[in-house]
């Protein structure tokens, strides 16, 4: 049902550095609307990474950085280290609604 | 500080309703701009979208489950309630209520989650 289509996985080595894409369309992220990152560690609650395309809450590092252009969004994490494995998602607005990515595992080989 | 925790049952049959409810601190949903969405997650699956209220009442529904949602805020209890009918086994899933922040009204994201309650629908 996700509107939003991320690679099922990613991975890279200790600081490498890894791209996550976010493919939508015309009536969501190409519709001008933000898009929003979340990083899911394994057994807890989704944790805000990214909102509004590339701003970072506070206390995230600045390893991670979003960017977005024409319909698809990118998440990147500079200097992978081994706690950033865990699951990413985009989310968007589409319609009046919300809208949530398939998900990316990232793996620290 | 902002908190938000769900409560409910742990096991439901199919064809029961469900009911969950968000307790939550550190906001007011009576607040211009804010709301309180549920989105769920089935074993090893990808996050979902459900339902969420906003301060001034609006409710928005996950096209696919329409029919199904109901979703309602008691401002003076700090609670939003979120009941799903006729449950059937692929209803199984981890589900969380989120904030969503007084923002400028092209943002439309979740800043805080709670810990999330795992349902189980089964005989």
């Known amino acids: 049902q996700s509107v939003l289509t991320q690679p099922p996985s990613v991975s890279g080595a200790p600081g490498q550095r890894v791209t996550i894409s976010c493919t939508g369309s015309?009536?969501?992220?190409?519709?001008?609307?933000?898009v929003h990152w979340y990083q899911q560690l394994p057994g807890t609650a989704p944790k805000l990474l990214i909102y509004?395309?590339?701003n970072r809450p506070s206390g995230v590092p600045d390893r991670f950085s979003g960017s977005k252009s024409g319909t698809s969004a990118s998440l990147a994490i500079t200097g992978l280290q081994a706690e950033d494995e865990a699951d990413y998602y985009c989310?968007?607005?589409?319609?009046?609604?919300?809208?949530f990515g398939t998900g990316t595992k990232v793996t620290v080989l | 500080q902002i908190t938000l925790k769900e409560s409910g049952p742990t096991l439901v049959k199919p064809t029961q309703t469900l009911t969950l409810t968000c307790t939550f601190s550190g906001f007011s949903l009576s607040t211009s701009g804010v709301g309180v969405g549920w989105i769920r997650q089935p074993p090893r699956k990808a996050l979902e979208w459900l339902a969420l209220i906003y301060w001034n009442d609006d409710k928005r529904y996950s096209p696919s489950l329409k029919s199904r949602l109901t979703i309602t805020k008691d401002t003076s209890k700090n609670q939003v309630v979120l009941t799903m009918t006729n449950m059937d086994p692929v209803d199984t899933a981890t589900y969380y209520c989120a904030h969503r922040p007084a923002t400028v009204t092209t943002l439309y994201y979740f800043d805080y989650w709670g810990q999330g309650t795992l349902v189980t629908v089964s005989s």
């Open positions: 989310q968007s607005y589409d319609s009046s609604l919300y809208v």
């Open positions: 015309s009536s969501n992220i190409g519709a001008g609307y933000d």
């Open positions: 509004g395309n590339s």
